[in-house]
């Protein structure tokens, strides 16, 4: 069977590390025959460092789907954003004074607030260099961060209408995540594996994975919004967001016949 792993909120809940106990279990279910595919919202520069022991020979996807590491190694990615949408992100982050985040295949271009618990997801391995946005030719996602609330609605609205983009609203956080329309997780997973997977998630980017899985694990979260959206797609399960809850899920479906 195919496991797809998200990773923050999901299997890390630190930001930082995956408790050797998840580690563990998953690696278990490798040993019994099963694949394993880590799909988060974060580059693989910035993937990586969080899966030392998952980092060869796996599929990841990163970037909410822009970016892929493939089994042989080779990242490479998926679809960049238009240079028309590139341009009036830039004119607004200019106009606004907004932070951002950009990413290109490894580089990034970025103002983040210190305090801002993204900061510290940020090229946490110092793989890649902050360059200038000028020097970004196809960008692969963009953060909108800590939008200002005045600002929120007219912002989005203007993006939306954009035909060449998609966007995942932030519950809570007042952030944008912009890719190329029609980037996800599940699209992106579809171009490498078309049989049936179980896949675990916890958040707005993983709601058309969570949907279309054979089994769906939703790892709770407090968020009011993002629990009505977890009613929309009824997962099959709803895991407490603590280290041992998942550990003890991961190890309970590698133990099930009737999934293989």
């Known amino acids: 069977m195919q496991f797809v792993f998200d990773v923050d909120g999901t ?6 590390t995956i408790s050797d106990v998840i580690v563990t279990e998953i690696k278990k279910l490798e040993r019994l025959g099963n694949t394993v595919t880590f799909a988060s919202a974060r580059p693989i520069r910035d993937l990586l460092p969080i899966i030392p022991d998952f980092t060869d020979n796996h599929l990841l996807i990163g970037g909410n789907g822009a970016i892929v ?12 954003i238009d240079s028309t949408s590139f341009r009036l992100i830039k004119e607004l982050i200019n106009t606004y004074k907004l932070n951002y985040i950009i990413d290109d295949s490894w580089n990034y271009s970025a103002k983040v607030d210190l305090s801002n618990k993204i900061y510290k997801q940020l090229d946490p391995g110092h793989l890649a260099k902050n360059v200038k946005i000028s020097s970004l030719k196809a960008p692969i996602k963009i953060i909108l961060l800590g ?3 005045e600002l929120f609605v007219p912002l989005l609205g203007k993006l939306e209408r954009q035909p060449l983009l998609s966007i995942i609203v932030h519950s809570g956080e007042n952030n944008l995540d912009i890719t190329a329309i029609g980037i996800n997780k599940l699209s992106t997973l579809r171009n490498f594996y078309s049989h049936e997977y179980i896949a675990f998630g916890n958040d707005s980017n993983d709601l058309e994975l969570l949907d ?4 769906s694990m939703w790892v709770e979260n407090k968020d009011i919004c ?8 009824s997962p099959d399960y709803i895991v407490n967001n603590s280290v041992e809850d998942v550990a003890n899920i991961i190890k309970q479906l590698g133990e099930n016949e009737s999934i293989k």
């Open 11 to 16: 299997i890390s809940f630190n930001g930082a």
């Open 69 to 80: 590491q493939r089994p042989d190694n080779q990242i490479v990615s998926t679809r960049p």
């Open 147 to 149: 939008i200002p609330n």
């Open 212 to 215: 279309n899985a054979k089994l």
């Open 226 to 233: 993002l629990q009505k959206q977890r009613i929309n797609i």
